[in-house]
């Protein structure tokens, strides 16, 4: 019996790196996370699923897909709304030829589109983590892209998570909709959300925003943002940002915006670091906000 276990052990010893050997190079391991919380009706879910099945349909983002260094990416999709609620829609796909890319757009373009409630930024970036760890991909970048319409309001606080993820070396990039209307329970749309987005969301090296004015803007937005993130085309800068001084060619900013910037050097290995500012009004400033909200219309919180 000893002999056996021996035996199977060197076969585990020797299988290991042939099966580290055998996952495969990509130039990108891209997490989509949408947004379907209670804020979003049918229509807008719409324009926002057409906005992705329209980006991968380009032949600009096609073309910037196969032309990496490895010629592929591998991408998943998922939708997510309360804290535990994501749905996976499309699990790691390789994209490494025109016939998988469009593939890969009519399964999202077919996949039923749904609506929950609440809010929780923290909750998707939660669930991307072990969603990235179990890629059968080798990805020289990991990028998690979250777009949404609200600040978190539900779950654990969105800065906590990211920080996880940002250990993990996940890139989060932000496509905050600057939703106009009140959503369907009277809630007040956020005019600063595109701020929230880059203090509270984002992070990472090179790691950047793209705004939707609205959800009829949101296609637009979305091929900008993907087509940067496939061709690792970050946001650069050589002037003077909010009294950094001189900021070196080589040196990467997020998107430039109001309050000071910290740099954010590409590979570094600490990504925590490449990060905004405190947010002036708070990252928890959607949950205060939903507090505030339900305790003046009903006198009670939700749940």
Request: hydrophobic share 40%.
């Amino acid at each position: 019996m000893a002999r056996l276990i021996r035996l199977i052990a060197l076969v585990l010893l020797l299988a290991g790196p042939v099966a580290a050997q055998d996952r495969k190079e990509v130039d990108l391991a891209l997490v989509l996370a949408i947004d379907i919380s209670g804020s979003i009706d049918p229509d807008e879910a719409k324009l926002q699923r057409e906005g992705y099945v329209q980006a991968f349909r380009d032949p600009v983002i096609v073309k910037a897909i196969l032309s990496g260094n490895h010629g592929r990416i591998a991408v998943a999709y998922f939708e997510w709304s309360d804290a535990w609620v994501q749905r996976l829609l499309i699990d790691w796909t390789l994209l490494d030829s025109e016939a998988a890319i469009a593939s890969f757009a009519t399964r999202l373009s077919n996949a039923p589109i749904s609506i929950a409630r609440r809010t929780s930024i923290s909750g998707a970036i939660r669930y991307a983590i072990p969603l990235f760890n179990r890629s059968p991909f080798e990805p020289e970048r990991k990028v998690l892209d979250v777009s949404g319409d609200g600040s978190n309001n539900d779950g654990g606080l969105v800065t906590d998570v990211r920080y996880e993820a940002l250990k993990e070396r996940i890139i989060i990039n932000g496509l905050p909709i600057m939703n106009d209307r009140p959503n369907p329970f009277g809630f007040p749309s956020e005019t600063d959300l595109d701020r929230y987005y880059t203090h509270c969301v984002i992070g990472g090296p090179r790691s950047f925003i793209e705004v939707a004015t609205s959800f009829e803007d949101f296609p637009r937005a979305v091929r900008k943002k993907l087509l940067q993130e496939v061709a690792d085309i970050g946001p650069r800068h050589d002037y003077d940002i909010g009294g950094l001084g001189d900021v070196r060619e080589g040196v990467q900013l997020a998107q430039s915006g109001s309050g000071t910037l910290r740099r954010a050097i590409r590979g570094d290995d600490d990504y925590t670091k490449f990060v905004r500012p405190e947010y002036e009004l708070g990252c928890d400033v959607g949950e205060r906000r939903s507090r505030e909200f339900w305790q003046r219309r009903f006198g009670v919180t939700p749940d």
